[in-house]
């Protein structure tokens, strides 16, 4: 039962924007000068979705959307676009969440593939419904395919470091009737 105490819970709230801060600095460090040629996995995203899934009490949306406006003004995206797109794909997957705690790793990571896919199809369409300048198309693609291939480990470092697991019924119901 400790891992729904309140105090867990929002311990836990305020160590996923600590996380996602932690992300963009490491993000934000010049430690290249020369482009580069691929596009790195977005592990904001995969946090944010892995946290989605497994304990959705975890991630409000306000906090995914506060947390995902400070990286679109941070890394210089359209501001908003991004966050609200987030926010909808992890609200797609918290309403999913509780069909995926006893269902398979392998479904659960073909949800976050198609909401991954579904994010970076709906944000290169509204960018170039206003004539936004976008990166390549094979960027985009290398980027959602390393998010994708990367969401493993964000499951994993979240599941054995961070200690978030998914809930168990026992846990899903007392946090149902506490609300």
């Not at 991004?82 to 659960?108: I, M, Y």
């Not at 480990?153 to 470091?161: D, E, K, P």
Request: net charge positive.
């Amino acid at each position: 039962m400790a891992n729904t105490s309140p105090a867990r819970i929002w311990m836990m709230r305020a160590a996923f924007p600590a996380l996602a801060l932690l992300i963009i600095f490491f993000h934000l460090l010049p430690l290249e000068t020369e482009p580069r040629f691929w596009a790195p996995p977005d592990l904001l995203l995969a946090f944010a979705m892995a946290w989605s899934l497994r304990r959705p009490d975890y991630v409000p949306s306000l906090s995914i959307g506060l947390v995902m406006l400070l990286a679109d003004l941070l890394f210089h995206r359209p501001p908003g676009l991004l966050a609200l797109l987030t926010v909808l794909g992890c609200s797609f997957l918290k309403a999913r969440a509780a069909p995926h705690r006893d269902s398979t790793f392998a479904s659960e990571w073909l949800a976050v593939a198609l909401a991954l896919a579904g994010i970076a199809t709906l944000n290169r369409l509204i960018l170039a419904l206003f004539g936004v300048e976008q990166a390549q198309l094979s960027l985009t693609v290398i980027q959602v395919v390393m998010t994708i291939a990367v969401y493993p480990l964000a499951v994993w470092v979240s599941q054995s470091i961070l200690n978030v697991r998914k809930l168990s019924p026992a846990e899903a119901e007392t946090l149902v009737s506490r609300r």
